[in-house]
């Protein structure tokens, strides 16, 4: 099991949520304090997500609500986009990030699925 931070999802994970540091700087305050805390407080839910999967027996759980979260991340981007409070260059570039967790948690969760370690930890 490598450690949690050498994790290339983990790596991505880190950049998103530095991306959306800096995204959520310059909204307004009234937002910066609901929709910017939110966006920033998914992105470290998702990086605690990555975490509990590596040391998970069984990481579908985990892979799935971490799958969920990059989703509500998007969602929120797309919502601070449409408002004006980042530019489309900047939502492009924090969506870039979450569909690459996307798509490292989908072919972690495929990988585990079909894995005989995996298979063996559940019930038959």
């Keep these: 099991m490598a450690n949690h931070t050498d994790l290339p999802i983990s790596k991505v994970a880190y950049d998103l949520l530095v ?34 999967a590596n040391v998970a027996g069984d990481k579908t759980p985990y892979l799935d609500n971490l799958l969920e979260r990059a989703q509500v991340i998007e969602l929120l981007l797309r919502l601070s986009r449409d408002l004006r409070f980042i530019s489309v260059k900047q939502y492009a570039a924090a969506i870039a990030l ?22 063996r930890s559940r019930p038959a």
């Design 19 to 52: 991306v959306a540091t800096e995204l959520t700087k310059n909204m307004p305050r009234d937002f910066k304090a609901s929709i910017g805390k939110e966006i920033r407080d998914e992105c470290v839910r998702l990086t605690v997500l990555i975490f509990r």
């Design 98 to 119: 979450t569909s690459m967790i996307g798509k490292q948690a989908g072919g972690w969760k495929k990988y585990t699925a079909s894995s005989p370690a995996a298979s």
